[in-house]
């Protein structure tokens, strides 16, 4: 398992787990990291983002959704996940370049709203690897990750677990979008990439307000 | 004006987050959404908290490790640990 905690992140998969976990990397194209966030924390940020105000948000030629407002909680949400024990774990079970940060964002895709998803590869901007977890506690219809590479078949990765996360390669062969969500429950994830840069202590003054960056002395 | 001794000790608060990176170590508070980079001097201070160490240990600790004078590394202890409780990151153990 891996574990993000207040202070850290804990890793206590045995050799021979990682070891499976790089195979089904390599077969697969993603993997599941359950309960990536220990409940605790996992709770007092979903206490958060439930309180928090949503607005739209269109990617251009590519979907529709609405985004989490408090932009002071979702960099609250990208610390937690700028780790170099989590980066160092990822890099070892994927193959990937050197990960310099991670950078996400808090999304809905709300029933018959008119948000849905295009097929597209996120490839650029220093992309590596592309993470989403689960944030809502009750499981939702539709909203299912297809990657599909090349012209294979789309592979389905459903993802309806509270605090559950996917990770999955980005390449130029390589497209995925998430279907539209069915019923009455929306999906809320937060979703981003592992970058090869900005360097982690440079994300992590860029997530610090502004005037307090400045080291204490 | 500080309320602790040489042989008080803090702890870490439910509500911080911590990041190492090297040897720096970045803070961020859940309540306040207050983020704080540590230079070398604090981050010393910040494990020396996370140790469990008294004030009069980490300083001896410090100053055991690094040239310093003691006058100047205790106000720095001092600075440190009231900008980490004024920012609600430590506060001192029953």
Known sequence: MITIHKLGVEVSYSAQELADLRRQFEKNDFIRLPNLIDSALLQELYSQIEASEWENRAHDGI??????????????????????????????ITGCEN?????????????????????????GDDRLLALSLNFGKQPYKGGTLQIQRKTNEPLEVSNVQFGHAVLFRLSDNMRHRVTNVEGDIPKTAFAGWFKSSPDLWVRLAELSRKGREEPVS | MKDWSSTSRFRVTSSTLARSFGDNVALAHMSTRHFHLLNPTATLIWNSVCAGR?????????????????????????????????EAFIEIQP
């Open chain 2, 54 to 86: 008294t004030i009069g240990e980490m300083e001896r600790n410090i100053a055991e490790q690094y040239n310093v004078d003691p006058a100047e590394l205790s106000k720095s202890v001092d600075a440190v640990l009231t900008m980490l409780s004024s």
């Open chain 1, 99 to 123: 990960i310099g940060c991670f950078q996400g964002r808090v999304y809905r895709m709300v029933p018959a709203s008119g948000h849905y998803d295009s097929w597209h590869t996120d490839v």
């Open chain 1, 63 to 92: 979907g529709v959704e609405i985004c989490l407002k408090d932009s002071d909680l979702v960099s609250l949400i990208n610390f937690v996940f700028n780790d170099q024990v989590l980066f160092r774990t990822i890099q070892d």
